[in-house]
Structures are given as structure tokens and as C-alpha cells.
Nanobody
Framework: QVQLVESGGGWVQTGGSLRLSCAAS????????MGWFRQAPGKEREFVAA????????YYADFVKGRFTISRDNAKNTVYLQMNSLKYEDTAVYYC???????????????WGQGTQVTVSS
């Protein structure tokens, strides 16, 4: 069982930056791939970024390449999402998730946090 708690969301102007954090419970953090997803009102939850247990494999959605960076600190059981050059369309609830394998498919992630709101004003 893994419990995930996101933090770092908030309000920012277009072009600004935020760093999201996701703290995981348990002693097996390194065995899990971690993903970030987001869901805007009226839209399906979509993949943003993912990183494998050792941080050696990373995936990004095309719409965040060059702007967002995913990383993890296994000593702190935490995964991060650094978001730069934020756009209005990045507004969403952002969720972190843990799974056995790194994938862009949300259905492959077994554990989810409660989400953190990111609002980008135009």
C-alpha cells in the first residue's frame, strides 16, 4: 500500500512557474514508477510525465516537453514536477500516481494522490 500526498499547487500568471511535490509513504518507494497526470474541468484525466524507480527513464507528454521537468528524490520518498512557462491551458487538478511500471496509461497506476489545483491566469 502506498499513500501519496501532493502539494505545491496554487495560482500563477501566464509565463510563471510552480513546483509540485508528491510525498509517498512506505519503504518501497524505489520500486514504483511515478507519474503526474492532470484533469481540467469537463475533460478526461491526461498524462503529463512519468519517471521510473531509479530515475533513469522519463516520459513526457508532447505538450509539456521543454517546459516541465519530472524528478524524484528516493531518499525523501518524493517526486517533483517543475513547471515553467505556464500557460492558461495548463490549468487543472494535478495528480501524482504510483505504479509497477513506467507508462503513460493512467489505468496502469494503482495508487493516486488527492490532487492539487493549479490555476494559470491569462
Amino acid at each position: 500500500q502506498v499513500q501519496l500526498v501532493e502539494s505545491g499547487g496554487g495560482w500563477v500568471q501566464t509565463g510563471g512557474s510552480l513546483r509540485l511535490s508528491c510525498a509517498a509513504s512506505g519503504r518501497t518507494f524505489t520500486t514504483y514508477a511515478m507519474g503526474w497526470f492532470r484533469q481540467a474541468p469537463g475533460k478526461e484525466r491526461e498524462f503529463v510525465a512519468a519517471i521510473n524507480g531509479r530515475g533513469l527513464a522519463i516520459y513526457y507528454a508532447d505538450f509539456v516537453k521543454g517546459r516541465f521537468t519530472i524528478s524524484r528524490d528516493n531518499a525523501k520518498n518524493t517526486v517533483y514536477l517543475q513547471m515553467n512557462s505556464l500557460k492558461y491551458e495548463d490549468t487543472a487538478v494535478y495528480y501524482c500516481a504510483a505504479g509497477v511500471v513506467i507508462t503513460k496509461n493512467k489505468d496502469e497506476y494503482a495508487y493516486w494522490g488527492q490532487g492539487t489545483q493549479v490555476t494559470v491566469s491569462s
